[in-house]
Nanobody
Framework: VQLQASGGGLVTAGGSLRLSCLVS???????MGWFRQAPGKEREFLGT????????YYADSVKGRFTISRDAAKDTVYLQMNSLQPADTAIYYC?????????????WGQGTLVTVSS
């Protein structure tokens, strides 16, 4: 299985960005989600979506600002990010696992860079 993340770029503070992650095969009972890693910091879990039910789960740090959705017909998961701040600057990764917090990862995407300027 391959994951291809895209949509990163440069955005000014207060702006929005939507990331996409295309998975190479149709998922079923898996969870697909997002992490990020800022320079000099540990990787941070952001949230997941259960593929079959589309039920979402978020880290408290992004709840209310970030939204995860999926398009099953396109085998794609999205991360909509609003009210972005410089602290959101990071490489964003998508991943697939079997549990809503993705404590164990089955597959990783390659990452896409998001830079938020002040």
């Amino acid at each position: 299985v391959q994951l291809q993340a895209s949509g990163g770029g440069l955005v000014t503070a207060g702006g929005s960005l939507r990331l996409s992650c295309l998975v190479s095969r149709t998922l079923s009972n898996d969870y697909m989600g997002w992490f990020r890693q800022a320079p000099g910091k540990e990787r941070e879990f952001l949230g997941t979506i259960k593929w079959r039910s589309a039920k979402t789960y978020y880290a408290d740090s992004v709840k209310g600002r970030f939204t995860i959705s999926r398009d099953a017909a396109k085998d794609t998961v999205y991360l909509q990010m609003n009210s972005l701040q410089p602290a959101d600057t990071a490489i964003y990764y998508c991943a697939v696992g079997q549990e809503k917090t993705l404590r164990e990862i089955d597959y990783w995407g390659q990452g896409t860079l998001v830079t938020v300027s002040s």
